[in-house]
DNA sequence: ACACTTACTTACTAGTTAGTAAGTAAAGAA
DNA sequence: TTCTTTACTTACTAACTAGTAAGTAAGTGT
């Protein structure tokens, strides 16, 4: 019997174990319902622990926002998804999509932060969309290489095929939270029905 | 000049004005978003006589979506919506959601409660199911006499079509609220160029 | 005229919210 | 060794939350 490997990943601090609480919660449940006395007693800290590291909620939620943005433009240009094939691209778009649902059935997070949108401070909404286009510009691309080249098959600009996806996507993750995990994998099926030849 | 005919729908009451508000602020702001004394203030009343005519706030989301419910058959049985061809019908179901769009921006009833499903009472989270599940039902069967009859144009079953349709309209309100009325108008071109031959 | 119902208001509670100020224990730097 | 910084806890505030109980004024029915 071989003992593990020591685990390279050091223990995440409490700063970090907030932040991944906040978002797990956010994700889950939507950002005006959950409180620093939930973070904090789930924790094992004080809820002032948390002003420490995050003010204001406005500053915890932006914090969210931003990373999963740097999350966005790393995993864009990682190799092994900037290398692939349009078709190859657009199935691990797919597959992330895949995760959140594998997790709790968690929306994504424009899906998680739309509808109470007017009620979130300036730069979570700044960040939000940021990351919004940014993914809808990256899928933009990855459509009209993937057409250019024939192996991804629709009508209309990149542009506007790369919105509706998306949205649809976002969508689809809602309804599984509403209903259960099978029109998630319909709605998706549909999507690769029409788009891969 | 003419007088204008004396309009005969009655003030509405207060019960009512309640629901109205609610609606609105739900629809804009979401649940976890308004409270009693939001709907007091802004209605000119004590946060009690909400309590009066619903005791909870519970009760007061649940009517918001079985009036939905409600609304929804009525509209979907009307003559000048049922008698329609297909092609039709799929248009006038474009123009509720362009009159959302039209309202400040609100996001449907689905958008606004997908992602804070989890905190809702579970008498509106059935409604709000109801109301997804019959809306699908009706567009399905929409777009399988469309096909039949060769005015709407689409692969795949019916019923995976218009879950997925449903789903984009549902986040195209949701992109409209987070950017602004342009990608709504562009995604909703993107159905039209797929669906209409 | 009297009883009853409707639609509220006034006055209150207990719990939760974000946020602050002051204190403290431990670690690292000078 | 002392100073400083880091990462908290304790103790607090003011505002807001849903919700309740008791009272009241205006009708409605008999």
Sequence with gaps: ?????????LPPDTRTRILDLAEELL???????????HLAKEL?????????HYPSKDDLGTAIVARQLRRLRKWRDLPR?????PAAQFEALLA??????????????????AADFRTLPAPMQAEL???????????????????ATGTLRFVGSPAAKAAQ??????????????????PFQVIVGQLRLELLP
């Design 1 to 9: 019997m071989l003992t593990p490997p020591p685990t390279p990943t």
């Design 27 to 37: 994700l889950e449940r939507g950002f005006n319902a959950f409180s620093y006395q």
């Design 44 to 52: 094992g800290v004080k809820p002032a622990a948390i002003h420490y």
């Design 81 to 85: 998804v900037a290398d692939l094939p």
């Design 96 to 113: 992330v999509y895949d995760t959140h649902l594998g997790h709790e059935r968690r929306v994504c997070l424009f899906g998680a932060l």
């Design 129 to 147: 969309r940021t990351f919004n286009r940014e993914l809808t510009e990256w899928l933009a691309q990855v459509l009209a290489v993937g057409r």
């Design 165 to 182: 996806v998306l949205t649809t996507l976002a969508g689809a993750l809602q309804v599984a939270r509403v209903h259960d995990e099978t």
